[in-house]
């Protein structure tokens, strides 16, 4: 997503998930309705649904009958410390004008577990 506000059922479902990971919506806590979500992206209620059916196969939400769809126990689960550096990123980002997406690719570049430096490129 660049930004814009997300139209599919994947850029839904990653919104979702980041605010899941990132620990804006805890364990527990209440999603908004199929319909409203729906409502609040202009996207179809199958699109809404597509998105949280994404989100409870990955085991981020559950959805009940009647208690709607609520964020899995224990899925909400980004140390602190983790959070804070990743908004820390993302301002720095911001500030000196790179995109997101960008930001998000350098992360990739430099996330190489095990790797011993840019020499073992």
Avoid at 5 to 20: H, K, Q
Avoid at 46 to 72: D, P, S
Avoid at 76 to 81: E, H, T, Y
Wanted: hydrophobic fraction near 45%; aromatic fraction near 4%.
């Amino acid at each position: 997503m660049s930004g814009t506000t997300p139209s599919t059922a994947d850029e839904i479902a990653a919104l979702f998930r980041g605010a899941i990971r990132s620990g804006r919506l805890g364990d527990g806590e209440r999603l908004p309705t199929v319909r409203q979500t729906a409502k609040d992206f202009d996207v179809a209620q199958a699109t809404a649904a597509k998105a949280y059916k994404a989100l409870e196969h990955e085991g981020l939400v559950v959805t009940r009958t009647a208690a709607g769809t609520r964020v899995a126990s224990g899925a909400s689960r980004a140390p602190q410390v983790v959070i804070e550096r990743a908004r820390a990123l993302a301002e720095a980002g911001e500030d000196a004008g790179v995109s997101v997406e960008d930001v998000v690719a350098i992360l990739r570049a430099v996330w190489a577990p095990g790797d011993a430096g840019p020499e073992s490129y």
